[in-house]
């Protein structure tokens, strides 16, 4: 491990849980975490031991202090088994930030500002120095549907899109009318599962309101329409969904000009 962090002010505390980024790619995600634990020296340590076989590359305390035990260049381990817009090897793709946070398990405890601000910092830092698609700042949930619930639906996504950070759009508005739910078969279905993808998630076009389906809906809602995560494709998660395909092909064509 170089002694030299990638962050400036970052800690240097090695893992050694990483390799070589397959095919030599350069990160074009930034995949956050929350570690999900109630003590986060223990989380941190867990994270740094040979026998986990996890790691990322940075650990962003409640104070705001960052720690980095893996250098960018590497790949750690942090996205397990995952996709996004057809790519399997999340891992080789992206940078990993685990939040300290005690997450689902403690009972979805807030983000301290300090630590926030220190995210966004680590997060623009990031993408400055590899040239990261806003729209490629993502959640672990989002690439691992139904196996992985974090950072969650406390995380304040709409904060770090302020401040440049990820991809966001005002969510629909939660009211009644038409809606799909496991179970359900069709066209809409279809059209559904087409956008989803279209977007990035892993779900396949069946038609089929699947449990598989159901979990990207979740993981979908989680992150852009936190109000209501049940998995339920209903007006407002069909609209907010709409928005974001809208504003992400005007970003591309902005982009382009």
Not at 31 to 38: A, D, E, K, R, V
Not at 49 to 69: K, L
Not at 237 to 253: F, K, P, Q
């Amino acid at each position: 491990m170089k002694l030299v962090p990638d962050f400036v002010g970052a800690r240097v505390e090695p893992s050694p849980n990483h390799g070589e980024r397959v095919d030599g790619v350069a990160p074009d995600m930034l995949i956050l975490h929350y570690t999900g634990m109630p003590d986060h020296g223990q989380a941190l340590s867990w994270l740094k031991n040979v026998e986990s076989q996890v790691s990322s590359h940075y650990f962003v305390w409640p104070d705001g202090r960052v720690v980095q035990m893996v250098p960018e260049a590497r790949r750690a381990w942090h996205a397990g088994k995952s996709s996004w817009a057809g790519e399997t090897d999340i891992n080789s793709r992206s940078i990993g930030i685990e939040i300290a946070n005690a997450g689902h398990p403690g009972g979805l405890p807030e983000f301290p500002d300090e630590q926030i601000e220190a995210v966004i910092a680590l997060c623009r830092d990031c993408m400055a120095r590899w040239s990261i698609p806003t729209e490629r700042v993502l959640g672990h949930s989002d690439v691992a549907p139904k196996r992985k619930v974090d950072p969650g639906e406390k995380f304040p996504w709409k904060r770090l899109h302020d401040n440049g950070v990820g991809h966001l759009v005002e969510p629909g508005a939660i009211r009644g009318g038409r809606y799909f739910q496991r179970g359900e078969s069709g066209q809409p279905i279809e059209a559904l599962q087409g956008m989803l993808a279209l977007y990035g998630y892993g779900v396949e076009i069946t038609g089929e309101f699947c449990e598989r389906t159901e979990g990207v809906v979740e993981a979908f809602q989680r992150h852009f329409r936190p109000a209501l995560v049940d998995g339920i494709a209903d007006m407002s998660t069909i609209e907010t969904l709409h928005r974001l395909l809208a504003g992400l092909s005007h970003y591309h064509g902005s982009d382009s000009a």
